[in-house]
């Protein structure tokens, strides 16, 4: 590099990093000198939810198995989290089997291999007919009926597991958590 480029980088260099210093407040002036010293680092998420732009994107819910009458382990299509960091699942049972029950899994999938892993840890069998609710979001502790802590990937699935033959009629909805 020749000796008066140096000094034309150093010189537009010191500018930005005193007008962004000026106009942006003390934040912008240290990310601007991390941005020039190559160790800027990706922000963490924001502490409050901004309430407008939740609602202006809408919220993402749909079904992931249809209502039906089932007696054997069933798995749902891929599904696809645009950008969600969690998700809220639904199995409503409507008819249950006089044995069995039924375990829901929602599942990773490896996108290299496109194998799939568990989410959530043995769920407790749904023996009864009635409305389940699973909770995945990362730091989630409590809420529905089983939570986990785990974030939800790009690509996922959920996969219902007959503890027998006998025939239960239920349905599998989701809502993404932002």
């Given amino acids: 590099m020749k000796r ?3 000094f034309r ?3 537009l260099s010191t500018a930005l990093f005193l007008a962004f210093g000026l106009l942006f407040g003390a934040r912008a002036h240290a990310s601007l000198a991390e941005w020039l010293n190559g160790t800027a680092q990706t922000p963490a998420a924001p502490s409050s939810p901004l ?4 609602y202006l ?3 993402q819910e749909g079904t992931a198995l249809a209502s039906a009458a089932r007696t054997a382990s069933t798995a749902s ?3 696809a989290n645009a950008s969600a960091r969690g998700v809220l699942l639904f199995l409503d049972v409507t008819a249950a089997g006089a044995t ?3 375990t829901l899994r929602a599942q990773y999938k490896d996108p290299v291999s496109g194998r799939y892993v568990d ?3 043995a769920p407790a069998a749904v023996t009864t007919a009635s409305t389940t609710a699973y909770v995945i979001y990362p730091g989630s502790t409590a809420g529905g ?3 986990t802590s785990a974030p939800l990937s790009k690509t996922w699935r959920i996969n219902v597991a007959h503890g027998d033959a006998s025939s239960y009629t239920y349905s599998v909805s989701y809502s993404y958590i932002k």
């Fill in 4 to 6: 008066t480029d140096f």
């Fill in 9 to 11: 980088r150093a010189v």
């Fill in 51 to 54: 309430p407008v732009v939740e």
């Fill in 57 to 59: 994107s809408g919220t």
């Fill in 77 to 79: 299509s891929d599904l």
């Fill in 100 to 102: 069995g029950g039924l």
């Fill in 119 to 121: 989410i959530n840890a």
């Fill in 145 to 147: 009926t089983q939570a």
